[in-house]
Structures are given as C-alpha cells and as structure tokens.
C-alpha cells in the first residue's frame, strides 16, 4: 500500500503527487521533497491519501521531511539571491540592448540553479548574456520565455472585479476563451472592458457560458420574427437571467416579455424545386381578366 500526497511548488501552480512513506502531515504544511534537479521546497495541497492497487507508470519522488526552521532560513536566502540576479540581468540586459522584457527569478532550493523569465515578442539573442550571467553567480543559468498569460499569473496582481487575479489565486492551466463567449453572455465588446491586465480576454469569461448556453437553448434568437401576447414583432434583446427578451413590435415600439410568453413562427418553406399554388384568383386581379 503506497501512501500519496498533492503537493505544490508555487502559488496556483500545479499539483504534483509524491510518496509521502510513514509522514504525518495536513494540508498547509511545508515539506522537502525530491525532485530531479535535486531537493525542492513545496507546500502540501492534497491530503495523505492511501492506494491500495498497484500504480502505473515510473515511480514517484518522494517527500522526505518536514521543513524545518533550517530551510526557512534557505529559501530567505534564496530570495535575496533571485533579487540580486533580477537587477543585474535587468543591467545587462540594457547594455546589451536586449528585446526583452525580464519579470522573474527563480532559484532551485540548492541555490545550484537560476531560471530567469521573460517575454518577447521574437527570438532573441541573448548567448552574450548567459556567459556574463554564469561569470557573475557561478551557476547554471537557464533563460525561459513566456507568453503574456503566463506573466500575469507569476505576477499576480488586481483585477477589474477588485479581486486577486484567478490566474494567480487558483487557476492551474489556461483553458481557450474566445470573443464568442462574451457575445453570448451579452457584454460589451469593448476591448478594455473584457480584457485582464495581459491584455487577453479574461479567463472568467469560460465561467458562466455554459449556463448562459443553456438559458438560450430554448428561447428565439435575437432578430428571429415572433408571437407575443401584444401581437408580432422581432427579438431584439436578450435578458436570459431574468428570463425575459425584449421585442420590437410591427408598430415600432419595443416591450420586453416574460420568455415563455413569446412564441417562434414557424414560416413554412416549400420543399426544393417545388412551385407554391398560387390559390384561387381574386376579384381584379390578373387571373381574373385573362
């Protein structure tokens, strides 16, 4: 029987199992673990949890202890570390005039490694600022480039709802949001209005579209030609929420209607390559005087 545990290297990041052996440990706890670049410092973000049928797939790493005030004191240091590499390669890179645009530093928990981030909007050169990096700090260096989205959420900040970013406070991976989505939900399209502090449209969009989905499923769509107790006219708005929509009768005037007071006509067409009967002749009409 193997004992596992979830846990996290970063805030919002995603979540790792490890083998957790005879360990006691709740969620929250700070913990070593073992990782291919060596020891890592983590946070618990799943609780103990036994499996009683063998696992597939390669062995898990395993959670070595408890972290102790020792590496506390380690990740401290470990941060004036990175704070120093962030304003010397922020140095060089305007000295070498660089198209790059650096936002973070990490470094492993051995201090064996630095990783540096940045965006860009192409490739960029940057072998001349590796070799000043390795001279300066002595160890491996390695330059990551990112996109925007994945910026914002190592940043973190505020956004427009006055909340932390969802990007940093819990989402793990960036599902697909598109404009279609704020059309169906009825929100401005206005570039600033439905877009986060990347500059992309705002991962809540993905939220409520499915109930917005299935609250439209069953009502005409907006510029159909329907029934209303009034008498007919077209859907002009959407108020899903509320279930109403709000119609522009055949005299002009626009009320709005509880949804299941407002009926589509169905308008009947005739079947391809088939003639409509014209119907009986009228008084006074062509038929009439041939």
Do not use: W
Not at 149 to 168: E, L, N, P
Not at 215 to 221: F, N, Q, R, T, Y
Not at 255 to 269: R, Y
């Amino acid at each position: 029987m193997v004992r596992i545990a979830g846990v996290r290297f970063k805030s919002a990041g995603k979540i790792y199992d490890f083998n957790a052996g005879d360990l006691e440990l709740i969620l929250g706890d700070a913990v070593i673990v073992e990782t291919e670049q060596g020891l890592g410092f983590a946070t618990l973000a799943t609780a103990v949890r036994e499996l009683e049928k063998p696992r597939t797939g390669p062995p898990l790493k395993a959670i070595l202890r408890p972290a102790g005030s020792e590496d506390y004191l380690r990740v401290e240091e470990n941060q004036r570390i990175e704070e120093a590499a962030y304003h010397f390669c922020k140095q060089e890179v305007e000295s070498l005039e660089l198209s790059m645009n650096l936002f973070s530093v990490e470094s492993t928990f051995d201090a064996s490694k630095l990783t540096f981030f940045f965006t860009s909007e192409g490739r960029v050169d940057f072998r001349q600022l590796v070799k000043n990096l390795v001279r300066e700090f002595r160890v491996r260096i390695e330059m990551r480039q990112v996109g925007i989205r994945h910026q914002a959420k190592m940043c973190g900040g505020i956004g427009r709802c006055g909340r932390q970013t969802c990007c940093s406070a819990f989402i793990e991976k960036f599902d697909p949001v598109s404009i279609r989505m704020a059309k169906e939900q009825g929100l401005s399209l206005n570039p600033t209005k439905i877009s986060g502090l990347c500059g992309r449209l705002m991962c809540c969009l993905t939220y409520e579209n499915s109930t917005y989905k299935d609250l439209k499923s069953g009502v005409p769509k907006i510029g159909k030609l329907v029934t209303t107790p009034r008498g007919k006219g077209r859907v002009t708005r959407h108020n899903v929420i509320a279930g109403r929509l709000s119609v522009r009768m055949e005299d002009g005037i626009e009320l709005e209607f509880p949804a299941d007071e407002v009926i589509l006509q169905n308008i009947v067409t005739p079947p391809s390559g088939v003639t409509p009967s014209p119907g009986p002749a009228k008084e006074g009409t062509e038929e009439d005087s041939i």
